[in-house]
């Protein structure tokens, strides 16, 4: 049954559409990017001394790592209990993501082992670090790693900046507030007012993203010359191609064998949500025709309300690969590439950092920030090298994200008895179109819970 809020909320006319502004933001960033390229090549000695500019943004990042990661793990954990209540379906859809996101950053680890898209940038020498304090990077053994896994305080491992402490802390509220069932309901409920507010700040600090592309392009290039550019494209064609072939060769095949689905097919059936994403870079813009759409397939609501909405949050294969090829990239470029053991701790962490934000302009840079910060805090600075060409590959994680959660929505369905094959089959062969005004009722289904909450939760928890 539907709370009296839920009724209001749901019946309530939609506001006026803000305009989106991420259009001009993304296209400064773009001429910035142009604009510090022209500088490092004219006047190479002068771009070299714009390296601050890209640190200070950079520094910016880092400043929002902490917080970003508390608020997204603690609400993270509070999206699996929800998803894990209604039984089954969640536990599958769960399971589901866990195993895929893994997969996706193993295969972004391993390509970027075969590539090495950064090396002969050689950086270290033209551009020192003007990082101070993260040169530390000795270990005392591991009895003084684990010690240094718990802070001070309980807050201290949001200000000293170590991101290990703050995923430590976040897991262990996130794990209390699980236990406290329903009685941490407000508690989840101003975090999740806290994280509204980091997230805003991260898309104002986002404005200032071309001045530090402008920055890190100018002083890359200029110490460099053409062969930073020849590094930046082949670290952007080989993220797309590897985006491509993990949709279409490991996605598309378990989708094959497991379901008897076939990927192109399902992904033509989605082709003008492919457009809306791809002229948006986000893949936020379609999670309401997403919905009604795979209802219209034939999985079953209950399937729908809890794997979509949760896939958003936890189903990130193109933001996976990127975090992982993206570390191997900036490490190559920096000669300090990372050991077997690093990478596979990097690869741990990732999968539970890159939970929860998606959708947000500027999270994936912090994530990845996040992740050079735990594990080689000398390698914090060349994010700034990514910050140019990250707005040209969000198009590729949005749409691969978009193509996972499409595929597992299928996929959880087949498993739980929930799918109409029947149903199916016509949709994708063309003789039972998508019928547009269905739309509307995905809408009121989002604009009746929160982005955390599976729309439809009190039938689902009666269905699962």
Same mark, same amino acid.
């Given at each position: ?8 909320? $749901? ?19 773009? +001429? ?32 929002? +790592? ?120 407000? +508690? ?34 200029? $110490? ?106 900036? $490490? ?65 994680? $949005? ?66």
């Amino acid at each position: 049954m539907s709370t009296p809020a839920q009724h209001t909320v $749901a019946s309530s006319p939609p506001g006026p559409a803000r305009k989106d502004r991420t259009h001009y933001l993304y296209a400064a960033v773009v +001429i910035a990017m142009i604009a510090g390229i022209a500088v490092g090549i004219i006047w190479p000695d002068f771009g070299v001394e714009l390296k601050w500019l890209g640190t200070g943004f950079v520094n910016l990042i880092k400043m929002m +790592i902490s917080p970003i990661i508390f608020c997204t793990i603690v609400l993270g954990i509070g999206s699996v209990r929800k998803a894990a209540a209604v039984g089954r379906i969640g536990g599958l859809a769960l399971g589901y993501f866990l195993a895929m996101s893994t997969v996706a950053l193993a295969i972004g680890l391993l390509v970027g082992n075969i590539v090495h898209p950064g090396s002969g940038l050689h950086l270290t020498a033209q551009l020192a670090a003007t990082g101070h304090q993260q040169v530390d990077s000795g270990s005392g053994g591991t009895v003084d790693f684990v010690l240094g896994l718990v802070p001070d305080t309980l807050v201290s491992a949001l200000t000293s900046g170590s991101v290990l402490q703050t995923l430590v802390v976040a897991l262990l509220v996130g794990f209390a507030l699980q236990k406290l069932g329903s009685a941490g309901e407000p +508690i989840l409920a101003g975090i999740k007012h806290c994280e509204r507010l980091v997230f805003r700040l991260m898309q104002m600090i986002m404005y200032v993203a071309p001045v530090g592309a402008f920055g890190a392009m100018a002083a890359v290039v200029g $110490a460099t010359g053409w062969k930073a550019l020849q590094g930046l494209a082949v670290v952007m064609i080989a993220f797309y191609i590897t985006c491509f072939l993990f949709v279409f060769g490991v996605l598309g095949s378990i989708l094959w064998v497991v379901a008897r689905v076939n990927v192109f097919s399902l992904l033509r059936y989605l082709g003008r949500e492919f457009l809306l994403i791809l002229s948006t870079s986000s893949s936020e813009s379609a999670l309401p025709r997403l919905i009604a759409k795979m209802e219209h397939l034939g999985v079953a609501r209950p399937v729908v309300g809890i794997t979509v909405p949760t896939g958003y949050s936890f189903n990130l294969d193109g933001t996976a690969i990127y975090l992982t090829m993206g570390s191997l990239f900036i $490490a190559d470029a920096l000669d300090k590439p990372f050991s077997l053991g690093q990478q596979i701790s990097l690869l741990v962490f990732m999968v539970i950092a890159s939970k929860g934000a998606a959708g947000v302009t500027g999270a994936g840079l912090a994530t990845l920030a996040g992740g050079l910060q735990s594990h080689r805090p000398d390698l914090v600075q060349g994010v700034g090298l990514i910050v140019g060409i990250d707005r040209m590959m969000s198009e590729a994680r $949005a749409l691969t994200n978009f193509a996972g959660n499409s595929i597992a929505t299928v996929l959880v369905g087949h498993w739980t008895h929930s799918l109409d094959r029947v149903q199916m089959e016509a949709v994708l062969s063309g003789t039972a179109p998508f019928d547009e005004s269905m739309l509307d009722q995905a809408a009121e289904s989002t604009r009746a819970a929160p982005a955390d909450t599976p729309p439809q939760r009190d039938e689902l928890v009666t269905a699962g």
